[in-house]
């Protein structure tokens, strides 16, 4: 992802405006986890806009991507030190990570993408502090988007809200300077 | 949402289906223009001569009540079917009938007697040719239809007319039937004579009268024989008076005894039996009386027939019973023949029968009339629409003109928004079935939490 990408000035009002929800209901550090019914609901840019947000609001923040089509950019080291986390058996890892940094940062954003398929990212909704549900705006209402509300009704997560997303924020993803929010490290692959 | 936006939604959504269309939109749109858009137009005209000048307006009609074939139905004939197949054949082209009939085009204004005929085609050399073609096909057909109407309406009318003679046949056949089996029923028209014999009508009312002249007759010699007996019985006693006194030995006994009994009273008046002789004198008028009561009965004894006037009297009586009683067997006779005569009258359901086949008869003949009298004007007619009712090409086609904005511009127009139309349409109703993320209210249906923000 090119850096010079930036959003406009009504998104990023818009996102600031929801960082003051997602604050208003989380007590800090917390984990807010990013999440989407398809591809297209885009929890990518909704993820790194709320940490530029929470970065612009003098946040110590943390960005953890565990959506594939991040996964699929990090191989072209737009982001470093992102990898691909395997779920399952790495479920006592990620615990350990995030227990990790809530002592690192003041709140920690993590894309789980596509939650239906993502284990991981479901386990990530279940011990997270709140949940952000991406909805691409304006598209057909599609089975997973009933299968994912039924998903986090059962696991039990707090869901904070729904943001809306368009093509505008596909085509300009919010920007994420360096140094002011962490990119996360990788998660070690132990097999 | 507005309409619009809606509908801009629904394209966007259903772009697919939206593209589906119109593809097909567009090439029917192609096929029309390639092949059925007919470049140019020849104009051919035909002119109705001999119109009746009245005949301006649908309401004219022959004398035969048929209508004839006026220029507005004229153009009518350009499109008709045998036109069109000798057009087609004439042509020789392979076109089904309906596209024919799509690059003609004939129509007469009203009022007008001129007909253009027109004909659309590919070429020029096409055009030019099927107008004129067309208009030849047009003329003679238009010659043929003008007889066959009144061929076909004569025909009918004279199978209409061979009906009607059966049926006259078929009732005169029954009345002569009747006449056969019925002679005293009149099968004729009242008042008519039939073969010379007179009607049992006439029969009957000539024996009622001579039946009451004959009873008037029988009236009167019972009253004739009344009277002469009223006469005789008056006439009796004053015959038998008549008669003893034209008895000369009673009338002198009697006035014997009228003498010596008025002396008797006048001594006896005297108040004295005195008188001498007395005595005597009463026996002899006791005598005396009692010779005249006989000589009374001797002279009665013979009778009132001996008196002229009371035989003559009885002669009379005698003559008015016997008049009395032949007028009264002739009344009795005349009385029996009435009887019979009406007694064959009187079988109600044979002369009813015989009047309701005279009056049928009388139907069907008229009806005869009426037909035979329509089929002479229908022939008029026909004599009148071969000879002046004809048609005539007044120019024929030389050029044609070239069809700028022709029929099949006209009809891929109408599909181009035909198919702009369906596939709006079919965008927003396939759009409708589904349920979209759109609203707060859908959104929070769906996940059941609150919309926070859009960064749409």
Redesign the interface.
């Known amino acids: 992802m090119n850096a010079s990408s930036v959003m406009s000035t009504a998104q990023m009002n818009e996102l600031a405006t929801i960082w003051a929800i997602v604050q208003s209901r989380k007590a800090f550090p917390s984990v807010v986890v990013i999440t989407g019914a398809t591809p297209s609901d885009d929890t990518e840019s909704i993820a790194r806009g709320l940490a530029t947000a929470a970065q612009s609001d003098g946040q110590r923040a943390g960005y953890l991507c565990l959506s594939a089509s991040a996964r699929s950019k990090t191989s072209s080291g737009t982001y470093a030190s992102l990898s691909v986390i395997p779920s399952g058996s790495l479920r006592e890892s990620f615990d350990v990570a995030i227990s990790s940094w809530r002592s690192m940062y003041d709140i920690v954003i993590i894309d789980a993408g596509t939650s239906g398929v993502e284990t991981l990212g479901l386990h990530a909704m279940r011990v997270g502090d709140g949940v952000v549900i991406a909805a691409y705006e304006d598209r057909k209402v599609v089975s997973a988007d009933r299968r994912l509300a039924r998903v986090l009704r059962e696991i039990g997560a707090s869901v904070i809200g729904v943001v809306m997303t368009g093509s505008a924020v596909a085509t300009k993803p919010a920007a994420i300077t360096e140094g002011r929010v962490a990119l996360l490290p990788a998660v070690q692959t132990t097999k | 949402m507005s309409l619009f936006t809606r509908v801009v939604?629904a394209v966007r959504?259903q772009w697919l289906v939206v593209m589906c269309v119109l593809l097909v939109g567009m090439a029917a749109t192609v096929f029309v223009l390639l092949g059925t858009h007919p470049k140019y137009t020849a104009t051919t005209t035909v002119l109705m001569v001999a119109e009746p000048p009245e005949s301006g307006n649908a309401s004219y009609t022959t004398s035969s009540g048929t209508k004839p074939l006026l220029s507005v139905d004229l153009a009518s004939l350009a499109t008709a079917t045998t036109v069109l197949l000798r057009f087609r054949q004439d042509m020789g082209l392979s076109d089904s009938l309906e596209t024919l009939q799509q690059r003609i085009h004939a129509r007469v204004s009203i009022d007008s007697s001129i007909l253009p005929v027109q004909y659309s085609a590919n070429s020029q050399e096409l055009a030019i040719k099927g107008s004129n073609v067309l208009s030849d096909e047009v003329v003679r057909f238009y010659r043929e239809t003008a007889t066959t109407r009144f061929d076909s309406l004569i025909a009918d009318f004279n199978s209409q007319l061979a009906k009607r003679r059966a049926e006259l046949t078929g009732f005169d056949g029954k009345l002569a039937v009747a006449a056969k089996t019925y002679p005293y029923i009149d099968v004729a028209a009242p008042g008519t004579v039939v073969n010379g014999t007179e009607s049992v009508y006439q029969r009957l009312i000539a024996l009622q009268i001579e039946r009451d002249a004959l009873r008037a007759t029988v009236n009167a010699d019972a009253a004739a024989a009344q009277s002469t007996s009223r006469l005789i019985t008056n006439a009796g006693p004053l015959a038998e008076r008549d008669v003893v006194n034209s008895d000369s030995a009673y009338l002198s006994v009697r006035d014997q005894y009228a003498k010596d009994f008025a002396q008797l009273k006048k001594l006896s008046s005297f108040g004295s039996n005195r008188y001498p002789g007395l005595d005597e004198l009463r026996a002899t008028v006791a005598r005396e009386a009692a010779i005249v009561s006989a000589a009374r009965q001797h002279a009665a004894s013979a009778g009132p027939v001996s008196n002229a006037t009371y035989v003559a009297a009885l002669d009379a009586q005698a003559n008015a019973n016997t008049t009395l009683a032949s007028d009264t067997a002739k009344l009795r006779s005349q009385n029996e023949e009435l009887s019979r005569l009406q007694a064959q009258i009187g079988q109600g359901r044979i002369s009813t029968d015989v009047g309701r086949i005279r009056r049928d008869r009388d139907s069907a003949e008229t009806a005869y009339a009426t037909i035979a009298d329509r089929l002479a004007k229908t022939i008029a007619d026909r004599a009148e629409a071969a000879s002046t009712g004809s048609v005539v090409i007044l120019d024929r086609a030389r050029f044609a003109t070239k069809n700028m904005f022709a029929g099949g511009i006209i009809i891929a127009t109408g599909i181009v928004f035909f198919t702009l139309w369906l596939a709006l349409t079919l965008a927003v109703m396939i759009d409708g079935t589904?349920?979209?993320?759109?609203d707060p209210q859908?959104?929070?249906s769906?996940?059941?939490?609150?919309?926070?923000?859009?960064?749409?």
């Open positions: 939604d959504h589904y349920e979209w993320l759109r859908t959104v929070e769906i996940y059941g939490t609150k919309l926070i923000g859009s960064i749409a």
